[in-house]
Antibody, heavy 122, light 107 residues
Framework: QVQLVESGGGVVQPGGSLRLSCVVSGFSISNYGMHWVRQAPGKGLEWVAVISYDESNKNYGDSEKGRFIISRDISKNTLYLQMNTLRAEDTAVYYC???????????????WGQGTLVTVSS | DIQLTQSPSFLSASVGDRVTITCRAS??????LVWYQQKPGKAPKVLIY???ILQSGVPSRFSGSGSGTEFSLTISSLQPEDFATYYCQQYNGYPPTFGPGTKLDIK
């Protein structure tokens, strides 16, 4: 049974940092691409970042480049998102999501976690 | 980046109705389109991938069609559990992008 469980969200001041985690069970993250997707309150979905099955492809949305870092620990089957220099517009529910394939190209998301809320506010 | 538009943005319908939601891409994406259903407070769920292939476990009242730049999602006979927000997403390459969503509520 596939499960993705995010944690690490909370309230942070503008300019601050936060690290999100996503513990995965039911498959190995070394076999699939893994993504972060976010959703601002009452808004639509926005892709944030990907790490491919072999880590050869790490890619970010334009607004996250240079501020966010995606990583993983295969031994813990866990995905991470390090978020730095946070802005009010980063406030959102952050979902980790499994790629239907390797994550190198043509990504869509066949399993999602329940999400973790990040609020950037002073 | 490839932009997606959806119409309508809001749709009121009754149980048993047939409804269709349209998604248009700013450039051709072949059949690399997926449809998700999202209920309040929940993560999105895949309904249709490759524009027309039903995800395992999804009821057959859901169907998808289209290729290139114009796509549609049809629900043949609305059930109470179908009232939700529906998103299309293109996966022709990076970055993957989503449509703005169509909220389907009960008339």
């Amino acid at each position: 049974q596939v499960q993705l469980v995010e944690s690490g969200g909370g309230v942070v001041q503008p300019g601050g940092s936060l690290r999100l985690s996503c513990v995965v069970s039911g498959f190995s993250i070394s076999n699939y691409g893994m993504h972060w997707v976010r959703q601002a309150p009452g808004k639509g979905l926005e892709w944030v970042a990907v790490i491919s099955y072999d880590e050869s492809n790490k890619n970010y949305g334009d607004s996250e480049k240079g501020r966010f870092i995606i990583s993983r620990d295969i031994s813990k089957n866990t995905l991470y998102l390090q978020m730095n220099t946070l802005r009010a517009e980063d406030t959102a529910v952050y979902y980790c999501a499994k790629d239907h394939a390797w994550g190198e190209y043509r990504p869509y998301f066949d399993y999602w976690g329940q999400g973790t809320l990040v609020t950037v506010s002073s | 980046d490839i932009q997606l538009t959806q119409s309508p943005s809001f749709l009121s319908a009754s149980v048993g109705d047939r409804v269709t939601i349209t998604c248009r891409a700013s450039q051709g994406i072949s059949s690399y389109l997926v449809w998700y259903q999202q209920k309040p407070g929940k993560a999105p769920k895949v309904l249709i991938y490759a524009a027309s292939i039903l995800q395992s476990g999804v009821p057959s009242r859901f169907s998808g069609s289209g290729s290139g730049t114009e796509f549609s999602l049809t629900i043949s006979s609305l059930q109470p559990e179908d009232f939700a927000t529906y998103y299309c997403q293109q996966y022709n390459g990076y970055p993957p992008t989503f449509g703005p969503g169509t909220k389907l509520d009960i008339k």
